[in-house]
């Protein structure tokens, strides 16, 4: 079982960076694919960016790609995601989440998702 904990949200302007942390505790960690999600009140769980257990293989939603950087320290049981140019449009809840099972492509639906952390707020003012 892998618990997560998401940090580094916050406010603010648009064209800035930000730099989510999700910590894991449990010592498999490095076996999991991971991902990150975004959702805001009301809207359906958007994909944002998945990483593969070694962290060789990345995926990105169209939306964010050559923006937004996924990465993970399996030395430390952590999973980055690195915000660049951000827009209003970005402005969510921001969930990290380990998969059920390992594959490549890594999965981008979240009903493969079987763990979650609590999710940080993002706001990206105009």
């Known amino acids: 079982q892998v618990q997560l904990v998401e940090s580094g949200g916050g406010l603010v302007q648009a064209g800035g960076s930000l730099r989510l942390s999700c910590a894991a505790s449990g010592r498999t960690f490095s076996t999991y694919d991971m991902g990150w999600f975004r959702q805001a009140p009301g809207k359906e769980r958007e994909f944002v960016a998945a990483?593969?257990?070694?962290?060789?293989?990345?995926y990105y939603a169209d939306s964010v790609k050559g923006r937004f950087i996924i990465s993970r320290d399996n030395a430390k049981n952590m999973v980055y995601l690195q915000m660049n140019s951000l827009k209003p449009e970005d402005t969510d809840i921001y969930y990290c989440?380990?998969?059920?099972?390992?594959?490549?492509?890594?999965?981008?639906?979240?009903?493969?998702?079987?763990?979650w952390g609590q999710g940080t707020q993002v706001t990206v003012s105009s």
């Open positions: 990483i593969n257990w070694s962290g060789y293989s990345t």
């Open positions: 989440a380990a998969a059920n099972h390992r594959r490549l492509p890594v999965y981008v639906e979240d009903s493969k998702y079987k763990y």
